[in-house]
């Protein structure tokens, strides 16, 4: 018998999302279970798509997507493609911005020594619909005081 969690006893609240297919092949993104952040995006390509060795190629998804005001579309790596093909994201994250509206495509890059092929309908990344905020940026002359300072790249220690 399987071992099941409960998680906090919700359901997850769920936002509408505009989703425009610009090709008939086009594949809706979705999610592989219940709670997962990322909802996966799907290559919309003709045919094999080669990506060489240590090449970034722009893969379509043949999608098109209006986020809500304050919201951001982040492309991330899936797990799965990125340890067993050595393709991710050539920028680590992508960023749909909520008042872009062409086609999402994802910066693959081979970071294998071997060339890679991507098929019709393969997943190739994940988007997380993420709230973020404006800052509006003020000059100053000082800055408030803090225990770290200016210790950045390891200055809080290796453990």
């Known amino acids: 018998m399987k071992n099941s969690v409960k998680l906090f ?4 609240k769920k936002m509408r999302v505009g989703i425009k297919k610009l090709s008939s092949k086009a594949i809706l993104p979705s999610y592989g279970s ?7 995006l799907y290559a919309c390509v003709d045919e094999e798509l080669n990506i060489n060795p240590h090449e970034t ?36 994250v992508g960023v749909v911005d909520c008042d872009y509206r062409g086609e999402v495509k994802v910066a693959l890059h081979n970071h294998s020594s071997v060339p890679q092929t ?4 393969e997943r190739i990344a994940q988007l997380v619909i993420t709230p973020y905020l404006t800052a509006e940026f003020v000059e100053s ?19």
Request: net charge positive; glycine share 18%; hydrophobic share 40%.
């Open 118 to 121: 991507v098929v019709a309908g």
């Open 9 to 12: 006893g919700s359901k997850i």
């Open 57 to 92: 190629v722009l893969v379509p998804t043949g999608l098109a997507v209006e986020l809500p005001l304050g919201f951001a579309g982040l492309i991330y790596a899936r797990s799965g493609l990125a340890t067993k093909k050595g393709l991710a994201p050539a920028n680590k």
């Open 34 to 40: 219940e709670y997962a952040a990322g909802a996966d």
């Open 141 to 159: 002359d000082e800055l408030s005081e803090t225990v770290r300072g200016a210790g950045g790249f390891g200055s809080t220690g290796t453990k």
